[in-house]
T-cell receptor
Framework: GAGVSQTPSNKVTEKGKYVELRCDPISGHTALYWYRQSLGQGPEFLIYFQGTGAADDSGLPNDRFFAVRPEGSVSTLKIQRTERGDSAVYLC????????????FGSGTRLTVV | SQKIEQNSEALNIQEGKTATLTCNYTNYSPAYLQWYRQDPGRGPVFLLLIRENEKEKRKERLKVTFDTTLKQSLFHITASQPADSATYLC??????????FGSGTRLLVRP
């Protein structure tokens, strides 16, 4: 596609529920990143995929968070037993080579846990 | 731990002036530094990248400097326009391909 697509754009869920956030990166971009951004803060790294494998998942806050990218394209961020503190904008980015071209971000999914 | 500091106070300038934003960092030796623009409700947009062995980079009305001794980058927008109003984020990277972002500085350009 022309850009990075994230769905849904907004998600409201009840505390304790399970949510899935989807990211469709730019075609041909092998690197895919998930970040989380709270109000007034910069994006905070969660996980980085190179192809199908998670090259770095050191930013996932705990084992309630999990992400997959089974075919090296679309990725899904999964959050189990959601907590109110999980409320944030979840940003996905893809890149051909971030050391040259930077990241291309999607518009994010705003997750609200009530 | 690694720390990136950007001025949390908004920068308010008159149209036509040069805007200068600062990014300072500690406990880190980045291989490169990037600047992004973020508008409300949107994801950040990549603007410029400068490497540790480069002192200055320009792109149209934008200029970035990178001083690894001072651990500082300056981001300049010359002949600023109201359309330049946004939040500007600096981000540091190394060979891990992971970027660490600052919290951003909001720029407001008055007509």
């Amino acid at each position: 596609g022309a850009g990075v697509s994230q769905t849904p754009s907004n998600k409201v869920t009840e505390k304790g529920k399970y949510v899935e956030l989807r990211c469709d990166p730019i075609s041909g971009h092998t690197a895919l990143y998930w970040y989380r951004q709270s109000l007034g803060q910069g994006p905070e790294f969660l996980i980085y995929f190179q192809g199908t494998g998670a090259a770095d998942d050191s930013g996932l806050p705990n084992d309630r968070f999990f992400a997959v990218r089974p075919e090296g394209s679309v990725s899904t961020l999964k959050i189990q037993r959601t907590e109110r503190g999980d409320s944030a904008v979840y940003l996905c980015a893809s890149s051909l080579d971030s050391t040259v071209y930077g990241y291309t971000f999607g518009s994010g999914t705003r997750l609200t846990v009530v | 731990s690694q720390k990136i500091e950007q001025n949390s106070e908004a920068l308010n300038i008159q149209e036509g002036k040069t805007a200068t934003l600062t990014c300072n960092y500690t406990n880190y030796s980045p291989a490169y530094l990037q600047w992004y623009r973020q508008d409300p409700g949107r994801g950040p947009v990549f603007l410029l990248l400068i490497r540790e062995n480069e002192k200055e980079k320009r792109k149209e009305r934008l200029k970035v400097t990178f001083d690894t001794t001072l651990k500082q980058s300056l981001f300049h927008i010359t002949a600023s326009q109201p359309a330049d109003s946004a939040t500007y984020l600096c981000a540091l990277g190394d060979s891990s391909y992971k970027l660490i972002f600052g919290s951003g500085t909001r720029l407001l350009v008055r007509p």
